[in-house]
């Protein structure tokens, strides 16, 4: 559903969440080894969160990224959006087009009902949780990792 960027974004932006001082600068070799991420590949996608003014990212041997809004207000859809786009809220399931639900001069697709109540539920979920309560729940379980 997410692509392997946006999943990355939201593991990385949590864990710049989880550091003790949000706003203490963490490198991308630091977070990229601690999250088992490709370092090149993930220096892209959070130079994208630097462009939304998600994250901070300053340059230089004792540079790296650092939260650059309040954990309270980074909601999952803000990465989503920023990452993969709108599109898994506005395509269609199977078509490669724009959903009826968009746009209502399409038919609807065979799935479209059921779908189109899936798809509430997840722009539910992705607006309703933060980067802060994901943070949270990570740090409190031994079970769960970012």
């Known amino acids: 559903m ?3 960027s946006c999943r990355y974004a939201i593991r990385a932006v949590i864990y710049l969440a989880s550091q003790k001082d ?19 590949f993930l220096a892209k996608i959070l130079q994208q969160l630097a ?7 300053t340059k230089g041997p004792h540079g790296g990224f650092s939260l650059l809004k309040d954990p309270r207000e980074i909601t999952l859809l803000d990465i989503i959006n920023t990452i993969d786009g709108d599109g898994i809220f ?8 724009t959903c009826i639900s968009v746009d209502e001069s399409r038919k609807a697709c065979p799935v479209h009902s059921d779908y189109s109540r899936i798809r509430t539920l997840l722009i539910d979920l ?16 031994e079970k769960i990792t970012i």
């Open 2 to 4: 997410l692509s392997n």
């Open 22 to 40: 949000e706003n203490v600068k963490t490198g991308i070799k630091q977070i990229s080894k601690d999250l088992d991420l490709p370092t090149p």
């Open 51 to 57: 462009r939304q003014k998600i994250l901070r990212s």
């Open 90 to 97: 506005t395509n269609c399931v199977i078509h490669n087009e």
């Open 126 to 141: 992705f607006q309703c949780r933060t980067i802060y309560d994901l943070a949270g729940i990570a740090k409190k379980s």
